[in-house]
């Protein structure tokens, strides 16, 4: 039974940061661009003729000597006019240099949307020998509904790697099409696992930096809550639970309510996986895949909003 995304991890985790050559500083499958100009400056000052900040601004061509000192830290961002010449002092050129502006442009993009388009374009870059430092395999499970569902489906103990079987014990519609691509995505990369005995759970919830963690995890609970909202409107009461309550908390109140909400969801989890092992145990198979979820946000404050 898989955790929640947000609590997601794997030995094949990493830190969406890649080990420099001796002559430069691969930019591929890095997700965070401060981070890279952070790791290439500390890259150069190693080096036999040193490095400094005023110097790296002035490679790019900044007036201030602190200017990328304050863009790493946060302070500042790289503007769009900045960019090709930040990408000069760094020395990249040609994919690699398409990747650090596409890099740039999803780290400031100002909604999801957008983040996802250049998010898109660094997958396109990257080469393939270096697509696990990115993740995308973590990245691509949370992208559609089917594949944390089918994972779950291997635990029936009539599963078949069939979409059409697939798609008859669905309770919201996919196309065949789908369902197969989901099938082949699972098993190449051994999210489920094929052996003489049948189909498991493969260990693997991989997923990457936080940047990208955050936006795939928005992505994931967008579809689920898609799901919730058909299935208020096709599902029978008896299976489906909707539930809201509201409450008038102080806001000092609101970390400990998240931290019971989490709670409640670990000892679900942990439900969840004793019940699942005594239906084994006693020989029964598993016949159900069920999301729940949780959602906590503010309707009201007291401070006035300012307009």
Same mark, same amino acid.
């Given at each position: 039974m898989a955790q929640p995304p947000e609590n997601s991890k794997s030995p094949r985790q990493g830190s969406g940061t890649a080990a420099p050559s001796k002559t430069s500083l691969v930019v591929y499958g890095y997700t965070n661009y401060r981070k890279y100009l952070l790791d290439f400056y500390e890259f150069k000052k190693a080096g036999p003729r040193g490095?400094?900040?005023?110097?790296?601004?002035?490679?790019?061509?900044?007036?201030?000597?602190?200017?990328?000192?304050?863009?790493?830290?946060?302070?500042?961002?790289?503007?769009? +006019?900045?960019?090709?010449?930040?990408?000069?002092? *760094? %020395?990249? $050129? %040609?994919? /690699?240099?398409?990747?650090?502006? &596409? *890099?740039? &442009? /999803?780290?400031?993009?100002?909604? +999801?949307?957008?983040?996802?388009?250049?998010?898109?374009? /660094?997958?396109?870059?990257?080469?393939?020998?270096?697509?696990? +430092?990115?993740?995308?395999? %973590?990245?691509?499970?949370?992208?559609? !509904? *089917?594949?944390? $569902?089918? @994972?779950? /489906?291997?635990?029936?103990?009539?599963? @078949?790697? +069939?979409?059409? !079987?697939?798609?008859? @014990?669905?309770?919201?519609?996919?196309?065949?099409?789908?369902?197969?691509?989901?099938?082949?995505?699972?098993?190449e990369e051994m999210f489920i696992e094929k052996s003489p005995q049948g189909f498991k759970a493969g260990d693997q919830m991989v997923l990457s930096s936080d940047e990208i963690r955050s936006l795939a995890i928005r992505n994931y609970h967008r579809q689920m809550l898609d799901l919730a909202r058909q299935s208020l409107e096709s599902l029978p009461m008896e299976q489906r639970e909707f539930g809201a309550l509201t409450l008038n908390l102080p806001e000092s109140a609101l970390p400990e309510l998240k931290f019971k909400l989490k709670e409640i969801r670990k000892s679900l989890h942990e439900w969840g996986i004793q019940v699942a092992q005594n239906q084994s145990e006693q020989g029964q198979s598993h016949d159900a895949v069920t999301q729940i979820n949780f959602q906590m946000f503010p309707l009201a404050r007291r401070g006035e909003k300012n307009l």
């Open positions: 490095f400094s900040y005023r110097s790296f601004s002035k490679a790019a061509g900044f007036s201030s000597p602190n200017a990328v000192k304050l863009i790493i830290e946060g302070s500042r961002n790289l503007g769009v +006019d900045s960019v090709p010449k930040i990408i000069k002092a *760094l %020395g990249l $050129t %040609g994919p /690699m240099a398409e990747y650090f502006k &596409a *890099l740039v &442009a /999803m780290n400031q993009a100002l909604n +999801d949307d957008e983040k996802q388009v250049f998010f898109n374009q /660094m997958q396109k870059l990257i080469p393939h020998s270096k697509k696990r +430092d990115l993740n995308v395999e %973590g990245l691509r499970y949370l992208s559609h !509904w *089917l594949h944390p $569902t089918i @994972r779950e /489906m291997v635990e029936f103990s009539e599963f @078949r790697d +069939d979409p059409y !079987w697939v798609a008859r @014990r669905l309770v919201f519609q996919a196309s065949i099409s789908e369902i197969s691509q989901a099938l082949q995505f699972l098993i």
